[in-house]
């Protein structure tokens, strides 16, 4: 037996007899059924040269799929104008399509499902990314200060009234082309900051149209997405990825509870797979801070399954589920360093430590499929 092959066995391995943690209970996520409720979180790997998705992504993904296990996919540009980093993967031309299939091909392979996020990030761009040269587009035109020079992040672009239409019908595009991929669904990007975010965070969004003002208003353009991509690959394909409290790239909220509420009632309205929401502790991407503030109110509010997020460890992860507060529970860098996180939580073993330093770089295996599984499962 290969090297590979004894990796994959392990990382599919249940022991018997084992009382299984609450983690490791099954979940029917609408027509899904997961086998378990750790849920692989998107995590920018910038290894996808020239914004197409490369074949050592198919590793990458396969080694942290399980049998029943649900994967949502590194953030995926939908149009030439939505790519803020260099190297993160797209979604809208045929050749992007076509590089996915075979990834999607390997997590298929064993048994996982696999969801596509749909990603715009704004004016967390710069003209070097942009087609022609041109700034960034954004629900405003004041560049971002709190993270960056305006060297990094130059004054991005408004969006006129007339142009939101073609922003939301890239987003129904970019919706089709990752089901013709093969993907099982798409998670819309609407946290962290992005374009979506910008439109619904009061610090930012200053328009007086009818996108900009009021709550309501705020969340107009993303709940527009939303109905066309839902239109377009059915509600029951489609998740929504929101960070209310979060001020990543400059971008908070003054009524963050509201805010989050608002947009898991009209979510469900529209009847889509689940909401995934990142914690309240979580205002900086690595780093928790306490907080009396609960997701709670949001999880009522939300009709479908809800997905956490936010540095949570193992004994974290079973408290929200035993508790009711989550359906399911997103890692990102425990996943990254654990490929085989399922198991390990199973065992209670000792986790791989994450190398920061190797989160960005763009080589196809150190930090990316370099991890090691556990010797002979234990």
Not at 66 to 89: D, M, R, W
Not at 110 to 116: A, D, E, R, V
Not at 321 to 348: Q, S, T
């Amino acid at each position: 037996m290969t090297n590979t092959m004894i990796e994959e066995d392990q990382n599919q391995k249940v022991i018997e007899g084992r009382e299984a943690i609450p983690l490791l209970t099954p979940f029917n996520m609408g027509k899904f059924n997961l086998s378990h409720r750790i849920v692989l979180a998107p995590l920018t790997r910038t290894r996808s040269y020239n914004f197409v998705a490369q074949p050592h992504a198919a590793i990458y993904y396969s080694q942290r799929t399980t049998k029943g296990g649900f994967l949502i996919g590194e953030a995926s540009g939908v149009s030439n104008t939505a790519q803020g980093y260099p190297n993160t993967p797209g979604i809208w031309t045929r050749e992007q399509v076509e590089a996915w299939k075979p990834i999607v091909k390997a997590v298929h392979e064993k048994g996982g499902i696999f969801f596509c996020q749909l990603w715009h990030a704004g004016r967390v761009s710069n003209y070097v990314y942009q087609p022609d040269g041109q700034a960034p587009i954004s629900s405003t035109d004041k560049a971002i200060h709190k993270e960056g020079s305006s060297t990094k992040y130059p004054a991005p672009r408004r969006l006129t009234t007339d142009e939101i239409p073609n922003v939301v019908n890239d987003f129904r595009i970019a919706a089709k082309n990752a089901i013709e991929a093969g993907f099982d669904g798409v998670e819309i990007h609407g946290a962290n900051g992005y374009l979506l975010d910008q439109f619904l965070k009061d610090k930012v969004n200053d328009r007086d149209d009818e996108y900009g003002g009021s709550l309501e208003n705020r969340c107009r353009f993303p709940l527009t997405v939303v109905q066309a991509v839902a239109d377009e690959v059915g509600a029951d394909k489609v998740g929504v990825r929101i960070s209310p409290f979060a001020d990543y790239c400059d971008c908070g909220d003054s009524n963050p509870q509201a805010l989050g509420i608002y947009m898991a009632r009209a979510l469900s309205q529209f009847g889509i797979l689940y909401c995934h929401v990142i914690e309240p502790r979580m205002l900086t991407m690595f780093d928790k801070h306490d907080t009396d503030l609960s997701l709670l109110p949001i999880r009522k509010a939300f009709n479908g399954t809800f997905i956490v997020a936010g540095g949570y460890n193992r004994s974290e992860g079973n408290k929200a589920i035993a508790n009711g507060g989550a359906d399911l529970v997103a890692y990102g860098r425990l996943f990254l360093a654990n490929p085989d996180l399922p198991r390990r939580f199973e065992l209670d073993s000792e986790l791989n430590k994450a190398d920061r330093s190797t989160f960005y770089t763009n080589d196809p295996v150190v930090g990316y499929t370099d991890y090691p599984f556990l010797e002979n499962g234990c």
